[in-house]
């Protein structure tokens, strides 16, 4: 396992962080907590530090779960949980992004957790309803209390997260660290205005479902056709599958799984950018930690993006064309060493 810097902070996480989503039974499926301990130990022992949990998972049982096994060793885990989900359904204020919420969500998970601080905190959603700088300045409250180290902001349009930390470098307050947000070879329009936006920023993308929720693992590609119109998986596209099916050619030629293959893709997309992994089965996070003993080499990714390429759309197609290039820095413009294009560097 190597180690990636949070954004800014200095807080060295995991090439690979561990996501716990599955990690409880209130919700009617997931690991119970012998098998969640078991996983988190299978990780640990592969050098990962970095785990991902939410207050709204299995309604706080995950928390509690993670916060007991961490317990007997908390200062060598860095530890991200979220609020902004609903908790209590029939409340007005029971979700949300509120500075109230905010308050009643971080003392309920540091409770459940067992610790008294929150390496990374997360905005879990955009709620559109709070404004900007009264979240910024509710988590930068957050920080000096020592409730929270930093913060982060998940599943959120890109000129939110730009707003929000141009705000908090004006007046001084906490910015966010890192970016969560769903990226995999099926998914990622994000390249287009996201993940620049986080580099620009020095933000760490935290990329959720680089598996495409399962679609490129090969349960989809390597055994009977489906029928994806009775399937209630929206992924579950014919290209998509064709994407997977790309995948598992990759994973044949290299002797690996589909997963591993997928997942490296991510890891492999850009420096600031750590895939957020999950598991029901110890044996699941084993097969995927063993995806850190090789790399994917320029062939194979090429092949993949091939696959996979989407359209950036306006203004980076306008903008990266050639003739607009010449029209805005001149006749000499192929003699000119210009900063590559906004988007992963692959």
Not at 177 to 206: C, K
Not at 297 to 305: I, S
Request: hydrophobic share 40%; charged share 25%.
């Amino acid at each position: 396992m190597r180690y990636k810097i949070l954004g800014r902070t200095g807080i060295r996480v995991s090439e690979i962080c561990l996501g716990t989503m599955s990690f409880g039974d209130a919700w009617g499926f997931g690991a119970d907590e012998a098998e969640s301990r078991r996983i988190m130990d299978a990780f640990a022992e592969a050098g990962g530090n970095f785990l991902d949990t939410a207050n709204k998972y299995h309604e706080g049982q995950t928390e509690e779960i993670v916060g007991r096994h961490i317990a007997a060793d908390r200062a060598r885990w860095v530890l991200a949980t979220k609020y902004t989900l609903s908790m209590r359904g029939g409340d007005p204020n029971g979700g949300g992004n509120s500075r109230k919420n905010m308050r009643q969500a971080v003392d309920a998970s540091l409770r459940r957790l067992g610790t008294d601080y929150i390496d990374l905190y997360w905005v879990h959603a955009w709620d559109f309803t709070t404004a900007v700088d009264e979240v910024m300045r509710g988590l930068d409250d957050l920080v000096r209390a020592g409730k929270v180290l930093a913060v982060g902001l998940s599943d959120a349009p890109a000129w939110v997260a730009a707003q929000a930390n141009t705000i908090a470098e004006l007046r001084g307050w906490t910015p966010f660290s890192a970016l969560q947000v769903e990226y995999s070879l099926i998914e990622r329009t994000v390249e287009r205005e996201l993940l620049p936006m986080a580099d620009a920023f020095g933000m760490t993308s935290t990329v959720w479902a680089p598996l495409g929720g399962g679609v490129l693992t090969g349960k989809h590609t390597r055994c009977e056709a489906i029928d994806t119109k009775r399937n209630n998986d929206e992924r579950l596209t014919e290209g998509n599958l064709a994407i997977a099916r790309e995948v598992d050619c990759v994973a044949d030629a290299l002797g690996r799984t589909s997963a591993q293959v997928a997942v490296n893709w991510a890891r492999q997309g850009s420096p600031s950018i750590v895939p957020i992994v999950g598991a029901r089965k110890v044996s699941q996070i084993q097969d995927l930690l063993g995806g850190l003993e090789f790399a994917l080499d320029d062939a194979h990714l090429a092949q993949l993006n091939e696959v996979s390429a989407i359209d950036l759309g306006f203004p980076q197609r306008f903008l990266g064309n050639a003739r607009i290039r010449q029209v805005i820095h001149g006749e000499r413009a192929d003699q000119i060493d210009l900063p590559r294009m906004p988007g992963p560097a692959r």
